[in-house]
């Protein structure tokens, strides 16, 4: 797959992620065909595109937690600290 068919494909992915949710890169990556770092460098170039504050590491932390954090309280997800916690977002998102 080439690299801007892979981002298109996971731009389509983060851009379905309802509000309320989220997905970690591991869980776009492997719903996208790629790794959570590739998922990371598009993030990087092309997320502004769609609501990048909604894919987060696997602890629910963000390296933008600062500026995702009015998103993530609007959004209505539960907050443990400076991070989204994903257990209570159910079986869904991984622990």
Not at 27 to 35: I, L, N, T
Not at 80 to 92: A, K, N, W
């Amino acid at each position: 797959m080439s690299s801007p068919e892979l981002a298109d494909r996971v731009l389509a992915i983060v851009a379905r992620i309802p509000r309320g949710q989220v997905m970690t890169y591991g869980e776009v990556g492997a719903e996208a065909g790629c790794g959570p770092r590739q998922v990371g460098r598009i993030m990087r170039e092309c997320g502004s595109e769609v609501a990048w504050w909604r894919v987060v590491r696997a602890d629910g932390s963000s390296a933008l937690a600062e500026r995702a954090r009015p998103h993530w309280l609007a959004d209505g997800l539960p907050m443990r600290g400076e991070r989204v916690d994903l257990r209570s977002l159910g079986p869904e998102s991984p622990e």
